[in-house]
């Protein structure tokens, strides 16, 4: 009780603070209230215990005159104003900065307008009260929320080198994906991911929809970059019956089919500046509206985009809206290049031997020392499609058999040949038996005679010989030319 001791110097109040202490730790531990709490708790309660009083017994004298009954309203307006706002799909920080937007600009109002201050009074009030407690809400949930995803990550994080089920890595730069992922899974912030074309932006973005609370909900993705200009608004945006030649019947959208759920635009960057306006305008006011349409459809879309290009640059060059830029850009995530994640080379290529493999119907091949050294020393320009691509084409080639740094290196057009089998420096080499030069030559001659099929012409100029020489080697060894 020492920290209660600092600050009492009754013995009278010290000894009733001891039996008050006493007793309820008594009661933590065999009131049937508190049957169900687990040893665990029940050691962390009494482990901050003495604290926790100290501190209550300390704030008594400011706090006391307190009616608990005044802060019941304001708890029950708070319930209500949450419910309103989870139910338009605003979280605790967007209750917070409506609270604080207003009262700053109710401040700003009331001087210039001094006359309309006793009409606010009352709600400057109000706004001081709420303040203090939706911030705290929101500082609490923030700091739940991190610890959790903490958790989250390391539970989903194997020694497999796996994460959230379907992504593979173990290297630095991944953990930071795997973070910034974390972030973001309890809420509906936009998500800008940018990263060379191969490196799996669309993986990445089914991930986020696949652990985040609209998980239940579509998943809609649209490459950008693999439609015409002329058709990618009628592709976003729906259009009805008879809005332009061969618009035979209504179309929904790739923003209404997402309604509830994610949109991934993949490959943003290739839209034109017009279809950046209209796609800006559908995300501030989310609502959309099909071509040849009027209505307005309120919509309620987790927006993921992706682009192989630096926005900011294209930004500086005119190429894309700024505005549209920071709407998209609320939480960026970089995804690294395969050369950047060295440790995770060999991971996705088993994953993708198993894979392939597995799809083929062929035995999982093994990969041996030299294919492995071969992939760890390329740049992979297409980065993880590229490596993928190139096991695949391994796995053909090789039929089944380990895979060698030969196969891996094979490119369509290129003969197929024995060297694609397993090289000699991937096989444990047979231990050292000690033979006489003799028998070191007819060996040499078998293996170089039976290399070229029986062609003497041939096996002579590979041994350096005239073919009477070798003739004679024939004889000499008893070889069956």
């Not at 169900?36 to 050691?43: G, H, P, R, S």
């Not at 985040?212 to 998943?219: D, M, V, W």
């Amino acid at each position: 009780m020492c920290t209660i001791v600092e600050h009492m110097s009754d013995n009278k109040n010290l000894v009733d603070i001891n039996q008050l202490f006493n007793h309820w730790m008594n009661q933590i531990e065999t009131n049937d209230h508190y049957r169900e709490l687990t040893k665990d708790e029940i050691e962390r309660i009494q482990h901050n215990s003495k604290d926790f009083l100290s501190r209550c017994m300390n704030s008594t004298p400011e706090l006391s005159n307190i009616d608990p009954t005044a802060i019941k309203p304001l708890l029950e307006f708070l319930r209500s104003i949450r419910k309103t706002h989870e139910q338009q799909g605003l979280s605790i920080r967007d209750t917070t900065l409506l609270t604080l937007s207003l009262k700053s600009s109710l401040t700003e109002y009331l001087k210039t307008f001094d006359e309309s201050a006793p009409m606010f009074q009352e709600l400057n009030h109000l706004l001081d009260m709420f303040s203090i407690l939706s911030f705290e809400l929101y500082s609490n949930e923030q700091e739940s929320m991190i610890d959790q995803q903490s958790e989250q990550i390391k539970y989903l994080q194997t020694t497999e080198g796996r994460a959230f089920g379907t992504l593979i890595g173990q290297s630095q730069a991944m953990k930071t994906v795997y973070q910034a992922i974390g972030l973001i899974l309890e809420n509906d912030v936009s998500v800008l991911l940018q990263g060379e074309s191969g490196t799996g932006k669309d993986v990445i973005a089914n991930v986020i929809h696949q652990y985040s609370n609209r998980k239940n909900k579509p998943f809609i993705a649209i490459n950008c970059g693999a439609i015409p200009d002329n058709l990618i608004e009628s592709e976003l945006f729906g259009h009805e019956q008879g809005a332009f030649t061969g618009a035979d019947k209504e179309r929904i959208g790739k923003f209404e089919l997402a309604n509830n759920g994610t949109l991934f635009l993949d490959e943003i960057s290739e839209l034109s500046l017009d279809q950046q306006t209209r796609l800006l305008r559908v995300i501030q006011n989310q609502e959309v509206e099909r071509v040849g349409g009027s209505k307005k459809i309120p919509l309620n879309v987790r927006l993921i985009a992706a682009s192989n290009k630096p926005l900011e640059v294209l930004v500086k060059n005119g190429h894309f809206r700024m505005d549209l830029f920071y709407r998209i850009n609320v939480f960026p995530i970089h995804i690294p290049k395969l050369i950047d994640r060295e440790n995770d080379i060999i991971l996705l290529a088993n994953h993708f031997i198993e894979k392939y493999s597995h799809k083929m119907n062929l035995p999982k091949a093994k990969l041996t020392k030299s294919g492995a050294h071969y992939l760890m020393n390329q740049s992979w320009p297409g980065n993880i499609r590229e490596l993928e691509n190139t096991i695949q084409r391994a796995i053909l080639v090789s039929n089944g058999k380990d895979i060698t740094e030969m196969a891996l290196s094979f490119k369509p057009g290129q003969p197929i040949t024995q060297p694609m089998l397993p090289a000699p420096e991937d096989k444990i080499p047979p231990p050292f038996v000690p033979t006489t030069l003799d028998e070191n030559e007819e060996a040499f001659i078998r293996q170089t005679l039976n290399y070229y099929q029986g062609n003497i012409k041939k096996a002579a100029e590979n041994l350096g010989v005239s073919r009477t020489t070798l003739y004679n080697k024939f004889k000499k060894y008893n070889i069956d030319a």
